[in-house]
């Protein structure tokens, strides 16, 4: 029987720095769980694997990215990446730590490091105009598995946010054990800073069966400086913002 040794290194690294494709008609929880079922089959091998990001790439360069990734690993690399993927909270606990994180999972004494890489980004459309984008990638072996962004437009008076343009949330993922369905965002001003809040539920199947997750995603900013954060029902774990600058 496999043993997995989870060695949690979490840590933060540096300042500056999922989806199954989205379910289409799968509204209630059972249509999902019936879904992530089917999928399983791609987890039964490391064939299969290679077959369903194949299938994903043809519209998805990203997942073809994926692809040549997995495809470097060695063939016990491969087959023991396909284990962690089947532990997908190993994964998911990593979006709630700030900043980048790391951990490591054994699988038959071969050491398997998971990584979160977070980047913010803001660009300057208009004079007074400013988009920031938070986004999070999660990888195995340096594969990229999927993704979690929350975006704010908005004006300001050179200081301040003073109006919102809009707001939203984006997701990638290309584990078959996992659905991200996005539940929408929601925008405000506070504190002279726009924030946003994107807003997804996270179903898995795993070795402790079929359950769901609620990850909030949050981006918030003013002319100068933007921050982010993440919390879940996964761990109950809540952090303070961490600020980016230009």
Partial sequence: MKRFLFLLLVCT?????????????????????????????????????????EELSINDSKAEASLEQFLDLENKQQAAFIEVLKQPKIMFELLEFEG???????????????????????????????????????????????????TV??????????????????????????????????????SDMAHNRAKWTIYATGSLGFWSNSLNYYVRANASAQWKKSDSTLSN????????FD
């Fill in 153 to 190: 437009l908005f004006e300001h008076d050179g200081t301040s946010a003073t109006t919102i343009l809009d707001g939203h949330g984006d997701h990638w993922n290309v584990n078959p054990a996992c659905v991200f369905v996005y539940q929408g965002s929601n925008q405000y001003i506070s």
């Fill in 13 to 53: 690294l540096f300042f500056s720095s999922l989806s199954a494709p989205f379910v289409a008609g799968a509204t209630t929880d059972a249509d999902i769980e019936a879904k992530l079922m089917e999928q399983k089959i791609y987890l039964e091998s490391v064939d299969n694997f290679i077959s369903y990001l």
């Fill in 100 to 150: 980048n994180a790391e951990s490591v999972v054994i699988v038959d004494n071969i050491e398997i490091p998971i990584t979160k890489e977070t980047e913010i980004n803001s660009v300057i459309l208009n004079s007074g105009e400013k988009e920031v984008t938070a986004e999070d990638g999660l990888y195995v072996f340096g594969v990229q598995l999927g993704s979690v962004e929350s």
């Fill in 237 to 244: 774990l809540n952090f303070s913002w961490t600020r980016f």
